[in-house]
């Protein structure tokens, strides 16, 4: 079965408020993560990864939060915009950089 | 610089048919990359080439599937015959160096629709 998953799939949040997407894995082995933003028609876009041995990293109005203890990482959005809507998937890479993603959250921006 | 293109945008087919998905890297990019998006699911990795030559496609079924680099710059999927089960947007990504270089710059392409009837 899958090894990345995700808690929701969809979200609704107000423009301005602030976003925060989650994601579980079950792979303790995977060297990094990837966060990808899907706009419909389009394919997936990189918004931002972090290592393994990283807790957090920051973005532009993006920050990534790494749980390795619970295995569950997080996309933080601040000040979500009507640009913000989008899917949202959280990948994890292994071994020759293969790329395996979770099934993916809808964002859907309220003005 | 230009995008990952591919054609056509959308196909519609009946089962037991074929057809043949095109992609144009990014120029200059090595590594190529086949996905399937089936609604409502993440994109799973079909074939990984480096330049004309295959990396991995441990996940093609190769039964009904099958994918060429031949000049090690575009390439095309093709499915024969194609199910139902087939009907997903099929992506094509690239990456500028060689197998090994992070996922991170993978490219991704607007994709191919395909329904199958």
């Known amino acids: 079965g899958e090894s990345v998953g995700l808690h929701l799939p969809t979200l609704s949040v107000q423009e301005g408020d602030n976003s925060i997407i989650n994601c579980a894995y079950s792979?303790?082995?995977?060297?990094?993560f990837i966060w990808y933003k899907q706009e419909s028609g389009k394919g997936p876009q990189f918004i931002i990864d972090?290592?393994?041995?990283?807790d957090k990293r920051q973005g532009q109005r993006v920050t990534v939060l790494l749980n390795k203890t619970v295995k569950h990482l997080s996309l933080q959005i601040a000040a979500t915009q009507p640009g913000d809507s989008a899917v949202y998937f959280c990948?994890?890479?292994?071994?020759?950089?293969?790329?395996?993603f979770g099934t993916g959250t809808r964002l859907t921006i309220i003005p | 610089e230009a995008g990952v293109a591919q054609s056509p945008r959308y196909k519609i087919i009946e089962k037991r048919q074929s057809v043949a998905f095109w992609c144009n890297p990014i120029?200059?990019?090595?590594?190529l990359y086949w996905y399937q998006q089936i609604l409502g699911q993440g994109p799973k990795l079909l074939i990984q080439?480096?330049?004309?030559?295959?990396?991995?496609d441990s996940q093609l079924p190769k039964d009904r599937f099958s994918a060429e680099r031949l000049k090690g710059v575009d390439s095309t999927l093709k499915i024969q015959p194609a199910k139902l089960e087939d009907s997903a947007v099929y992506l094509c990504?690239?990456?500028?160096?060689?197998?090994?270089?992070?996922?991170?710059?993978?490219?991704f392409g607007p994709g191919t629709r395909l329904t199958v009837l």
């Open positions: 990504a690239s990456t500028p160096g060689y197998a090994g270089t992070g996922a991170s710059e993978q490219f």
């Open positions: 792979n303790s082995a995977s060297d990094y």
């Open positions: 972090i290592r393994s041995n990283m």
């Open positions: 990948a994890e890479v292994r071994g020759n950089e293969k790329l395996t």
């Open positions: 120029s200059g990019h090595a590594t």
């Open positions: 080439f480096q330049n004309n030559g295959v990396v991995d």
